[in-house]
T-cell receptor
Framework: GDSVTQMEGPVTLSEEAFLTINCTYT??????LFWYVQYPGEGLQLLLK?????DKGSNKGFEATYRKETTSFHLEKGSVQVSDSAVYFC?????????????FGKGTLLTVNP | NAGVMQNPRHLVRRRGQEARLRCSPM?????VYWYRQLPEEGLKFMVY????????ESGMPKERFSAEFPKEGPSILRIQQVVRGDSAAYFC?????????????FGPGTRLLVL
């Protein structure tokens, strides 16, 4: 079945450091790929998405590129802020009639120190 | 505009008791999804409901678990005779439109601990 593997946390960075959180996937067909973020005490929010190979999703300074050849969708940000501290989830949905089913990775806790 | 509400946020039950988790979707949303996150695992799809209908329950355990979304009131995920393996975070999401995954809005989750 479909699966998502993402970088083990926790990740601790200083403010303005470069961030990479790795995410790879296994899926049949042509999945759509997502990054969700969960701030403390809140629900998951969609951060960015990409629906086909070589697409780049971006939002709030975060970027991720859909790489079909390496089955990856790594999350990057050039300069993190304290307010980026949260849990980040990589996820996919697959094509077909049940494309509402999100398959998630385990989540990566990011802590950014001032 | 309030987001998706879930209550309780934390629930402690002893083995054999019943657990009821509630989810109030965003205003105007008629589609509800439940996901479970077991310790050290990612969120996993459990069930998709519309008002008064279960559309897809392929992720629900075959026994002890049930879900409903009545015409009035919140969606309820019910776990009968809980066991320690049911300890997990349960997330609810809602959407206004069927099948468009990017419009699923998530609640903060209910953390269930079974003693």
């Amino acid at each position: 079945g479909d699966s998502v593997t993402q970088m083990e946390g926790p990740v601790t960075l200083s403010e303005e450091a470069f961030l990479t959180i790795n995410c790879t996937y296994t899926a049949t067909g042509y999945p759509s790929l997502f990054w969700y973020v969960q701030y403390p005490g809140e629900g998951l929010q969609l951060l960015l998405k990409a629906t086909k190979a070589d697409d780049k999703g971006s939002n709030k300074g975060f970027e991720a590129t859909y790489r079909k050849e390496t089955t990856s969708f790594h999350l990057e940000k050039g300069s993190v802020q304290v307010s980026d501290s949260a849990v980040y989830f990589c996820a996919l949905t697959n094509s077909g009639g049940s494309n509402y089913k999100l398959t998630f990775g385990k989540g990566t806790l990011l802590t950014v120190n001032p | 505009n309030a987001g998706v509400m879930q209550n309780p946020r934390h629930l402690v039950r002893r083995r054999g008791q019943e657990a009821r988790l509630r989810c109030s979707p965003m205003k105007g949303h008629s589609h509800v999804y439940w996901y479970r996150q077991l310790p050290e695992e990612g969120l996993k799809f459990m069930v998709y409901l519309q008002k008064e209908n279960i559309i897809d329950e392929s992720g629900m355990p075959k026994e002890r678990f049930s879900a409903e979304f009545p015409k009035e009131g919140p969606s309820i995920l019910r776990i009968q005779q809980v066991v320690r393996g049911d300890s997990a975070a349960y997330f609810c999401a809602s959407s206004p439109i069927q099948g468009e995954q990017e419009t699923q809005y998530f609640g903060p989750g209910t953390r269930l601990l079974v003693l």
